[in-house]
């Protein structure tokens, strides 16, 4: 028979209360490539700027199966909104993005959908979402104004997380922990070339006051085929953790 004295007890349920919070409070993030991934949040699926099909490197992803909810797209540029529209329709999904590109959307049949613009925040039924500044460029793939290019910063009860979207290294980001709950984690390009390479992401995540960073838009094409291992120890430098994960793969966050 197992028994403990109320003194030893105590630890034990505690250890168990943090790790029942720990699983409630947990998120599902899963990869699809490029600068492509999902986010589970109060039972609500939320895609992040869908290249998918288009993308050799993601062949494996069974494109038919992902169902969502939300399609939220930080710019115009077709490597993140190639999917976007079949997604949408095939869901009935909520396009989210700036006003332009929604308008966009919208022209082409899409009913759901909400736009924003940089500062602004709306309360949706998983969290907060604001949409910031990004340093980039944003035409759509016809060419159309595509607006500013931006990211989001995400609150929820379980975790709060942003998404730069491609962007260069700025001093914006100084802004998002002035204005927002502590991160649990950022999703920072980390390819170089069009946009930050791991050098610049490393001070993105102390601007943004983050230790937890999962890089995206590397190895797609030839101009931002990157060395894991070099990228990791830049991250590592500095006391932070770089998660670069493999297309498909699912983890808690
Ligand atoms: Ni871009
Ligand atoms: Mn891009």
């Known amino acids: ?19 029942q919070h720990k699983l409630m409070d947990s998120m599902k993030f899963t990869f699809y490539g490029h600068a492509c991934f999902m986010v589970e949040l109060k039972g609500k699926k939320i895609l992040f700027d869908p290249f998918i099909r288009y993308n050799d490197l993601a062949k494996e992803v069974d494109f038919d199966s992902i169902l969502v909810d939300y399609i939220f797209l930080s710019h115009g540029h077709e490597d993140h909104v190639a999917d976007a529209f079949d997604i949408a329709m095939k869901n009935d999904a909520t396009i989210v993005s700036n006003y332009e590109i929604v308008t966009w959307f919208q022209k082409k049949g899409v009913k759901n959908t909400h736009p924003m613009n940089h500062g602004g925040a709306w309360n949706f039924d998983f969290g907060t979402v604001k949409y910031v500044h990004a340093v980039h460029s944003s035409a759509l793939p016809d ?44 999703v920072l390009p980390i390819g170089n070339n069009f946009t930050m390479g791991a050098q610049d992401a490393v001070l993105a995540a102390e601007f943004v006051d983050v230790s937890k960073v999962i890089g995206v838009h590397f190895d797609t094409f030839g101009y931002i085929k990157i060395n894991h291992a070099i990228a990791k120890e830049v991250f590592a430098s500095k006391g932070k953790e770089l998660i670069l994960l493999n297309i498909g793969e699912c983890i808690e966050l």
């Open 143 to 186: 060419g159309t104004y595509g607006g500013n290019p931006g990211g989001f910063v995400v609150e929820s009860d379980s975790k709060t997380f942003y998404y730069s979207g491609d962007t260069a290294l700025t001093m914006d980001m100084k802004l998002i922990p002035l204005t927002s709950k502590k991160l649990d984690f950022a």
């Open 1 to 19: 028979m197992l028994t403990m004295t109320k003194s030893e007890c105590l630890p034990a349920f505690k250890e168990a209360l943090s790790l």
